[in-house]
C-alpha cells in the first residue's frame, strides 16, 4: 500500500492509484487519505488501498460511491477524523465523515463567487488550498475573481457556517500559493512563488521569481518566515531564515513541536524550518547535483528510521504533496523512475514515502529530561516522594499537562516513610594523606546529624554484641564490618556505646545498602561505604571523619497527578502511567524520569486531534517506597471505576545507556505469570511494534515491581515496555540489540549518576515513539475489548502481589532481619 507506517514495503500499485493525486492527509486514526480528481481513496490498516468516496465526477451528496466532485483541490482532517475537501470545480467545500458520508457544508455548486457572509450567503469562486485547525474551524485559499490576476485572499469557515477574510491573508496576483497549514496554536503557512505560471493539468513545474513561506499569527500579522519574495532569488541555500532559498517550495507539513516541512520540487529536496528560523535538508542534497534517489520500481517504499540532514546519499524525485501523521511521522509523494523536464515518461506515477521523524518527537521529549534534572539540582540532588524535588516535580507536570489540554487533579495520600533531604556527606579531615570525599549510601531510616570526630572500632570488626563496644569512646564515629547479624542490632550498639555516626563497610566487592527498618529510632546518621573503602580506614591510624546525613522520617505526605482528556465516544477508559518519584540517592532521569518525559510528550500529541476513546495519565508518586502512589488511587476507585479502566500500560525505565528492548510477558508465555485477561494482546500490540521498527524485543517478567501491578491485582488488564535495570546484558543479547554484555543495563540505577546525560541517549529516542504509537494505538481503538484468551495454568497477577522480600530485592537493600 502507499506509505504503510506498519511495514517496509506493501503490494504494488495499480496505475490508476498512483498517478497524480493532488492532495493527501492523515487523519489521527492513523489512515491516509489520498485525493484524485473526482475521489478519495483510503489506506487503512489492512494495508490495501481502497475506493472510499466518489469517482465520477460531478455534484452530488451521499454516501461512498455515490458521492460526486469535480476536481478536488484540497485535502484536510479535522481532530474526529473529517475530511474537509476544496471541491474547486464545483465551488464549494465538502464534508466527508470516518464512514464515507459526504455533505456540502459550505456554498452553492456551480455558483462561483467570492461572498463572505452567513452560511446561506457564502460563495467560493475558486477553493483551493485547505487546513483545519484544533478547534475546527477551516481555512481556504480562494481566488478573488474569475480571472486568477484579480489575486487570492485565505478566508475562514466557522462551524457555524459563516465565512470571513482572514486579516492579513490578501494575496497579489503575482504570488501563486502552493499548499497551506496550520500549527497547534492557529497560526497559518502558505509557501508562495512569485513569477508568471501557465495553467496545467495534472502536475507541471514552470521557471519561477522567488519561492518563500508567509506566515499569518492568530492576531493576523503576515510575514516571510523564511526564503524571498524578491525577484531572482530562487536557489538552494540553507542557515538563517532570511538567507535561506528555495527552489519551487510546493506543499508544507508542521509537525506538533512547530517544525515546519517544506517539498522543494526542483531541488529534489525536503526542507525544515525549526521553530528557531533556521533552515535545514532534512532529505536530499544541496545543491541538486547528486544522483537521482528515488522509486524505481512498481513498489511504494517507507524511508525508515531517524531522518536527518543529508540522510540520503541522493535527493527525491519531484517531491510534491506532504501530510504530517499523528506520530510526527512525514508523509512525501514523490515521482517514480524518470521525467524530462516538465514531462514524465512512460510508466510515470507518483508513490508516496513515510519519513519517521523519531528524533523530533524525542528532541521534543528531551525538554521533560532536563527540566526533572534542574529541579533535582535545585532539591539536594534527588526528587523524593514526600520532598520539595517531588512536589516541584508534579507541580511541573501538572502545568504541562494542563497546557497539553489535558483536565488535571492531585491526589493526595499519607504514608510512613523515610527520606533524605540531601544527598549527606562523608569526608575523611584527618590524616591529610588519602583525605577527601568518599562516596556512600545513606543507611534507610537512618537518623539525621552532622558528626565531625575520631573514628573508632568495636573489638569484634562485626560489632554485634554490646561487650564489643565496651570502653567506646563517647562521640566517635564507629566504623562496623558487615557481617554475622543484623544492622540495626549494630547500629543500636554503637548508639548505646555513645557513638555519634555509624560508617557501615561492606565484606564483599560492590555497593552495600542498607535497611534499618522503621522501628529504628537513634537519631544518628548511618551511612555504607565499599570494602575496599572500609579495610583503607580500618588501618588509618588517627582517622577523623566528617559525616552528615540530614532525613525525614515517619508521616509523609505525596501525590499522584491525574490528567483526563475525553474521548469522542463515550464509553471504557485507556490510562498509561509512570512513576514520578525518584530515590534518595539521585534525580532519577532514566528511573523514571525517562517515562514521565514520554508520556508529556504523548500528552501534548494527543490532545492534537481527539481521541476515540477518553484518555487517562497518571504520575505516581511513592512508587519507590513499594508502589503505594498507584495502590491507593487502585484501592479508592469503585467497582464501576475499576470496569470502566480498559487496560493500564506502564512506562518505567525507557532510556538505559546499555539498553534491554523488553516488553511485559502479559501471556505468561515465558514467565508462568500471566496477568488479567487482555494481557497478552497488550504484548502483541507493543512487540509488534518493536518487531515492525527492526527490534526483537524480550519479554520481562509481570512480577517486576512497579505500579502496573497495583491494576494487574484488580484485574485490569496491563502492559507496558522497560529498557533494564542493574540487570546484566547477556551476550545473546548484546548481539541482538547492541551493547555491551556483562554490564548492567543501567550501571546508575537507583545511584546519583542516574542523570540527564545517563538518559538522553539511543535507547530514549527509540522507546518515546514506541510510547506513543501505544497511546494512539489504544486511545484511537475503536473495539476496546481485549481479546481473553489466557493459559489457565499459569499463575495470574491478578491474585497475588509481591513479597517485602521482592520489595527489597528490587530496591537493593539488605535484609533487615537476615544474618548479615
Not at 568518599?438 to 573508632?456: M, P, R
Request: net charge neutral; glycine share 12%; charged share 15%.
Amino acid at each position: 500500500m502507499i506509505g504503510d507506517p506498519d511495514s517496509e514495503r506493501g503490494p504494488a500499485l495499480s496505475k490508476s492509484d498512483d498517478q497524480y493525486f493532488t492532495a493527501m492527509t492523515v487523519a489521527p486514526s492513523g489512515v491516509l487519505y489520498l485525493a484524485y480528481d473526482c475521489a478519495i481513496k483510503r489506506v487503512g490498516p489492512d494495508k490495501v488501498v481502497q475506493d472510499f468516496v466518489g469517482g465520477t465526477c460531478g455534484h452530488s451528496d451521499g454516501n461512498g460511491a455515490a458521492a460526486r466532485f469535480n476536481r478536488i483541490y484540497g485535502l484536510a482532517s479535522d481532530r474526529d477524523g473529517n475530511l474537509f475537501v476544496s471541491d474547486t470545480g464545483n465551488a464549494v467545500i465538502r464534508k466527508v465523515s470516518p464512514s464515507g458520508q459526504v455533505i456540502t457544508v459550505s456554498g452553492v455548486a456551480g455558483a462561483a463567487a467570492f461572498t463572505d457572509g452567513p452560511a446561506s450567503s457564502v460563495r467560493w469562486m475558486a477553493p483551493r488550498e485547505i487546513a483545519v485547525d484544533r478547534g475546527g474551524n477551516v481555512f481556504v485559499v480562494d481566488n478573488l475573481g474569475a480571472d486568477p490576476s484579480a489575486g487570492r485572499h485565505v478566508r475562514k469557515l466557522l462551524a457555524t457556517g459563516e465565512v470571513k477574510r482572514v486579516a492579513g491573508g490578501a494575496l497579489g496576483a503575482l504570488s501563486n500559493p502552493g499548499r497551506m497549514a496550520v500549527d497547534s496554536v492557529g497560526s497559518l503557512y502558505l509557501t508562495v512563488k512569485t513569477g508568471v505560471i501557465g495553467p496545467c493539468i495534472e502536475r507541471c513545474y514552470t521557471a519561477i521569481n522567488s519561492s518563500s513561506v508567509l506566515k499569518i499569527d492568530t492576531a493576523g500579522n503576515a510575514t516571510t518566515l523564511a526564503g524571498s519574495t524578491t525577484t531572482g532569488t530562487v536557489g538552494a541555500a540553507d542557515g538563517p531564515a532570511n538567507g535561506a532559498r528555495f527552489n519551487y517550495a510546493a506543499d508544507i507539513a508542521v509537525d506538533s513541536v512547530g517544525n515546519v516541512y517544506l517539498s522543494d520540487v526542483l531541488n529534489e529536496a525536503i526542507r525544515k524550518i525549526a521553530p528557531d528560523g533556521s533552515v535545514s535538508t532534512v532529505i536530499g542534497v544541496l545543491p541538486a547535483n547528486a544522483p537521482n534517489l528515488g522509486v524505481t520500481d512498481d513498489n511504494p517504499y517507507v524511508i525508515g528510521g531517524a531522518v536527518t540532514t543529508g540522510a540520503l546519499p541522493g535527493r527525491l524525485r519531484l517531491p510534491d504533496v506532504l501530510a504530517i501523521g499523528p506520530d510526527n511521522s512525514l508523509y512525501i509523494s514523490a515521482g517514480r523512475r524518470r521525467y524530462r523536464g516538465a514531462e514524465f515518461s512512460s510508466g510515470a506515477g507518483f508513490a508516496v514515502l513515510r519519513a519517521d521523524l523519531t528524533n523530533t518527537t524525542a528532541a521534543a521529549a528531551r525538554k521533560h529530561l532536563v527540566a526533572l534534572q534542574a529541579i533535582a539540582d535545585a532539591n539536594g540532588g534527588h526528587r523524593a516522594a514526600g520532598s520539595t524535588g517531588f512536589d516541584e516535580s508534579a507541580s511541573y507536570a501538572e502545568r504541562a499537562l494542563q497546557n497539553a489540554g489535558f483536565t488535571v487533579n492531585r491526589q493526595y495520600f499519607n504514608f510512613d516513610g523515610f527520606y533524605w533531604v540531601t544527598p549527606g556527606r562523608l569526608e575523611q579531615v584527618a590524616p591529610a594523606a588519602g583525605s577527601g570525599s568518599l562516596d556512600k549510601v545513606i543507611a534507610l531510616y537512618s537518623g539525621s546529624g552532622s558528626a565531625t570526630a575520631a573514628v573508632a572500632q568495636p573489638s569484634s570488626a562485626t560489632g554485634c554484641t554490646a561487650a564489643a563496644f565496651a570502653g567506646f569512646p563517647v562521640g566517635n564515629i564507629a566504623l562496623i564490618k558487615r557481617g554475622d547479624c543484623t544492622f540495626p542490632v549494630k547500629a543500636n550498639n554503637a548508639y548505646l556505646a555513645g557513638a555519634s555516626g555509624v560508617l557501615f563497610y561492606n565484606n564483599v566487592e560492590g555497593e552495600l545498602r542498607i535497611n534499618l527498618l522503621a522501628d529504628f529510632t537513634p537519631n544518628i546518621p548511618v551511612v555504607s561505604i565499599s570494602q575496599e573503602d572500609g579495610e583503607r580506614l580500618a588501618r588509618t591510624a588517627g582517622l577523623r571523619m566528617r559525616l552528615e546525613a540530614q532525613t525525614v522520617r515517619g508521616n509523609i505526605r505525596s501525590s499522584n497527578v491525574i490528567a483526563e482528556l475525553a474521548g469522542s465516544k463515550p464509553g471504557r477508559v485507556v490510562m498509561l502511567g509512570a512513576h514520578l518519584d525518584s530515590v534518595n540517592a539521585g534525580p532519577g532521569i532514566n528511573d523514571n524520569g525517562s517515562g514521565v518525559a514520554a508520556l508529556l510528550e504523548a500528552a501534548a500529541q494527543l490532545a492534537r486531534s481527539r481521541p476515540s476513546n477518553t484518555v487517562r495519565i497518571a504520575l505516581w508518586g511513592a512508587e519507590e517506597l513499594g508502589d503505594l502512589g498507584s495502590q491507593f488511587y487502585v484501592g479508592a476507585l469503585s467497582p464501576a471505576q475499576k470496569e470502566a479502566l480498559a487496560l493500564y500500560l506502564n512506562f518505567d525505565m525507557i532510556g538505559s545507556p546499555n539498553a534491554g528492548f523488553f516488553v511485559y510477558d502479559g501471556d505468561g508465555s515465558s514467565s508462568g505469570f500471566a496477568g488479567p485477561p487482555g494481557s497478552g494482546e497488550i504484548e502483541s500490540v507493543l512487540g509488534d511494534y518493536y518487531r515492525r521498527h527492526g527490534v526483537q524485543p524480550h519479554s520481562v517478567d509481570l512480577k517486576l515491581s512497579t505500579d502496573h501491578l497495583s491494576f494487574a491485582s484488580a484485574g485490569i488488564p496491563v502492559g507496558g515496555i522497560f529498557s533494564g535495570h542493574d540487570g546484566i546484558k547477556s551476550a545473546e543479547q548484546a548481539a541482538l540489540w547492541g551493547g555491551t554484555s556483562g554490564v548492567a543495563y543501567d550501571a546508575c540505577y537507583h545511584k546519583s549518576c542516574d542523570v540527564l546525560a545517563n538518559a538522553d541517549n539511543s535507547a530514549f529516542r527509540f522507546n518515546v515513539p514506541a510510547v506513543l504509537a501505544a497511546a494512539w494505538h489504544f486511545s484511537m481503538r475503536p473495539d476496546l475489548s481485549l481479546a481473553s484468551a489466557q493459559t489457565t495454568t499459569r499463575q495470574t497477577a491478578s491474585a497475588t502481589r509481591l513479597s517485602p522480600q521482592h520489595l527489597r530485592e528490587r530496591h537493593g537493600l539488605e535484609e533487615g532481619t537476615s544474618l548479615k
